[in-house]
């Protein structure tokens, strides 16, 4: 089966699916997570998208839930229409569970926007023989708020004065005046919120007065050369005597090339961002503070420090206004660090009274489960079997990888961007593993079954090929494949599946047992992160990767650790609600645990519960 | 008349004198500030001295004073014994006018020793899987005590917890932690305080669990290359585009090379200096935090800061502890700095009831006169003249100047170091002055008068020289000199004597009139400064510098500035005393004032007052 290109408005975004895939799925592998309160129900018609090339045909729920000239005019329901030939795609804001979306949980109006950094415009009266002033003084009563002054801001005061005829804007941040500039500067106010993951780096230009994204970049962490995971660049840090500055170089210049890049596209000066918020896991965050991580490494896991940072950007070397603030999220525990917090923050999951549940997949799994009450984390190194790591043809979501796999009377799969495959990234081994367990092909226990043993069609049998390690399931004929290497889903790697799944469902239900909850307590699952993007509930349901919970209770939340980091830099009270999350969030560390491994012997298992 | 030599010990500070020199006289040239509470008048006692070697007879106010043991042991009271021969006298500390006194003004006991420095040695308990705790945690919970730590401290917590197996000393700062220790290091904790002037840097050497002094340093200001008084070195910074830099870089060395000296007389460690306090005129403090102090130079002569600076010492190139702070004291206008408020700090003016004036005579001279209520302040540019600027043979007070005049029959003079003269420094003209007054060669005008009209001995009047310029009178003969050239006493000298006399009486009668006192209202004079402490008060007071006010009233304080420093150091409560003080003081601007020019031609005249 060909895969169809679909093209997403506002921004271009293209991807190609298979025919038959969601407006949903398909904008959802394209980054752009649709609100969908329903969970794909097709019941509450938030899910409006407009086609503007393409013909795609409205079911039969879309003529209930929308007239008939939102119909004929192109509007569809993003869970409802399938992509069936080439498309343009028009995603309104309103549709979107964007960071905007996001935004609106901690941050309801713009009223609430109230960012760390402020400004104010002043006209002072020059002081005279008779009432002589000091120049600091002048301002301090201008503003009429106690303040701290920086020196460099104190020794340029003089000249700035003379020069801007008294006329002045002073940037406050934090209980700082940072920088006097030379008459009304108000209107130019910004931020940038980083979300320093493993392996991506996402930054996130933000305009401080409206809070309006202005620009979003998104880069490989360069530390990879290091290191895959966190273990591996902790390691080097000890193997390596300039390991800790070699990974701290890597990332404050990545960080202020996409600091530039930003700034550039936006059309603004780098001088007038005032403020960047990092987010990041524990290890990341203390690189980024030139921090040792390698308490990290050994038990008991310890971090150096656990509470926000509040330091001046040029001490990281970060390039922007030269008094600036970096504000570097608190974290919980060694392995439950900043982003975690930041996806707390943004689902507010800390301020209901139902009990939610966290699903965080990067390179590391963070699970948390709790209310407004009580808040309990924990981390399973089950990420890197997700992100391709120790799968035999794994390999990340990136160009070549298969990211969807359907099993009807043959093989069906897309490849990320429209290529021969390369290999089988996370989603498509969940698709794969979940499709194999539907037709029969791997049995409860995760065994690959023998060809006799499989009771199905031709064509799926011959794809069992039968190995002294097992039995092997054959996705991708050579010729087909990018290597011209057939493409296997290995028994070993189902294996690995069933390893990375149990350790998050048994994580879970830790974290259940702790609050004394059951599945059916849970009132909403979100699922962060780059990977729980791209996830498909339904399967990942049937490998038992998340709880059995109905589909409309699953909810995408995007980079939840991003949308944290903004939430931070517009309004000062979400700096003050990190440190209430850190400091409330109970860390439970699995590994501690004597009822961990029953747990994990009992979601070893692929027994479908739903 | 020739002089004698003395010594004093504990110090072995020697210098010559007039015979008939009183050894309080004595021990103040050689910077001994003796306790003297009634004035010199041998009523109280409290100025006992012992003389080691050398012979001086006790008075008959002495042998009704002191007891025939102490006596015949060589006990003396130092306002009345007369040296004659040369002695060795021992001043105990108790006799001492010195730093430890004064700050017994501010610091009653060692109770009152509570340093914004402070250690706590801790042993921490290691955390462990079941309870991860984070490093900076461990310190927190267990010094039971909210701070800052600083980054630096952070980056090095997980080295130095391993290192000293979990037993460190925490050492904090204004909140702040600045260090962590291996092992106990409570018993090691200085500081610097410095008084910075425009010609003359003091810095002392501080143990700050004790108090005690442990070493003492006075250097010339390096930056007197780039001129001698506060108005060249501003203009410097605004001529020369590196000026400021210049200036900076001249201080913060010296001070560098100050604090080296300090430690190694005192066998300490650089890195155990945790604190730095700087008092100094405006324009040295502006500079000493590289801040321009241009605006001080012209009209309405401007601070650009006049709060304290609470800075990092690296940021100021300043080489102690690597996170230690400097602490920069308040200032109350541009020409009256963070020294007048140590000044009032150290003199305590501030907290009693009666009121007081403070002349701190320097290369500057800052007035203040208030109390508990109400504290107001002047500065008038009448220091040069008493540093021997403008004054036709006048120089500083260092070895070949003429410190001291006596005329009777004929002239008699004592010089600094007991060499051949070379010129004449402050206290040497206001003596002369005063004797010329006392015999009528300078009439009441501040006319010398012609060799017709003087009406004294021959001795006397062939010393007066008419010239077109008026008349002059020779001290010195060209063959005494050390140049072979006459050192005279010149019309011109007599007049800028006069002006310098009547800013500083003038702007005491100011002060006064704005606080509605007269002179009988005044309970104390504080003379402070290097020059102050070797002022001959009957002669201050028959030239009219300060009021006319019984002796016993006026006090030399020695250094203040120095003194309002330490007590910086040794109290946390001082420096927001320092604060209330430039807060309290009101400036009054003498030079804005229209009875300021009355007052001034009033104070020119001779009108002797007692």
Chains 1, 2 share one sequence.
Request: contains cysteine; hydrophobic residues 40%; aromatic residues 6%.
């Amino acid at each position: 089966m060909s895969s169809i290109k679909a093209t997403f408005k506002p921004g271009n975004c293209s991807v190609y699916v298979l025919s038959g895939t969601s407006i949903l799925e398909a904008a959802g592998r394209a980054g752009i997570v649709i609100t969908s309160p329903c969970g794909g129900g097709g019941t509450c018609g938030k899910c409006r998208v407009k086609i503007l090339e393409g013909n795609i045909l409205a079911t039969s729920i879309e003529e209930k839930i929308l007239s008939k000239e939102d119909i004929s005019s192109g509007v569809r329901l993003a869970c409802q229409s399938k992509i069936t030939s080439a498309c343009i795609i028009d995603i309104p804001p309103t549709s979107r569970e964007s960071a905007q979306q996001i935004l609106t949980k901690g941050i309801q109006n713009k009223k609430e926007i109230k960012p760390s950094v402020w400004k104010k415009y002043i006209e002072l009266e020059k002081p005279t023989l008779a009432s002589p002033q000091a120049n600091l003084n002048l301002i301090r009563e201008a503003v009429k708020t106690s303040f701290h002054a920086d020196i460099y801001v104190i020794r340029s005061l003089s000249a700035i004065l003379d020069e801007a005829d008294y006329k002045v804007t002073c940037v406050f941040s934090d209980g700082e005046l940072i920088s006097v500039e030379k008459g009304d500067t108000t209107g130019t106010d910004y931020g940038v919120a980083f979300d320093i993951g493993t392996t991506t780096l996402v930054g996130t230009l933000l305009d401080l007065n409206t809070g309006e994204e202005l620009a979003l970049v998104s880069r490989t962490n360069p530390q990879i050369i290091y290191g895959d995971d966190v273990i591996s660049r902790i390691n080097f840090t000890i193997t390596d005597k300039d390991g800790l500055d070699k990974l701290f170089y890597k990332i404050s210049r990545e960080m202020n090339d996409m600091i530039s890049q930003l700034s550039k596209e936006a059309g603004i000066n780098i001088h007038n961002i005032y403020k960047v918020a990092i987010a990041g896991n524990s290890t990341m965050q203390h690189v980024c503070l030139r921090i040792t991580p390698k308490s990290l490494a050994k038990i008991p896991f310890n971090l150096v420090i656990r509470e926000p940072v509040e330091i001046k950007a040029k001490k990281l070397g970060i390039d922007i206004n030269s008094d600036a603030f970096v504000y570097v999220l608190p974290s919980i525990a060694g392995f439950v660090g900043g982003d975690t917090v930041a996806c707390i923050l943004a689902t507010q999951l800390h301020k209901k009274n139902d009990i939610k549940l966290i699903i965080d997949i990067g390179t590391n799994g963070e699970i948390v489960l709790g209310n407004n009450k009580r808040i309990i984390a924990a981390s399973t190194a089950a990420g890197p079997s997700f992100e391709g790591a120790r799968i035999s043809q794994g390999m990340r979501a990136t160009i070549g990888a298969i990211e969807k796999v359907i099993i009807n009377e043959d093989v069906e799969y897309n490849v990320i961007g429209n290529t021969a495959p390369f290999g089988i990234c996370g989603t498509g081994l969940i698709d794969g593993v979940a499709e194999l367990l539907k037709t029969g092909v791997i049995d409860e226990t995760g065994r690959i079954v023998s060809q006799s043993e499989y009771k199905g069609n031709e064509n799926i049998r011959r794809r069992i090929i039968e190995t002294e390690k097992g039995n092997d399931f054959l996705l991708v004929d050579g010729h087909a494949a990018r290597s011209k290497r057939p493409i296997f889903i290995s028994q070993k790697d189902v294996r690995e599946l069933q390893l990375a799944k149990a350790a998050i469902a048994a994580g879970i239900k830790i974290l259940q047992k702790e609050l004394n909850v059951t599945d059916k307590d849970i009132s909403e699952v979100y699922l962060a992160g780059a990977f729980g993007n791209f996830i498909r509930r339904t399967n990942a349901k049937r490998i038992g990767l998340i709880p059995n919970i109905s589909s409309e209770k699953i909810a995408f939340v995007g980079n939840a650790s991003s949308s944290g980091a903004k939430l931070v830099l517009l309004s000062c009270d979400m700096e003050k609600e990190t440190e209430d999350i850190s400091n409330q969030t109970h860390y439970i560390e699995l590994s501690a645990r004597s009822d961990f491994n029953e747990n994990f012997m009992n979601e070893m298992m692929f027994s479908e519960k739903k």
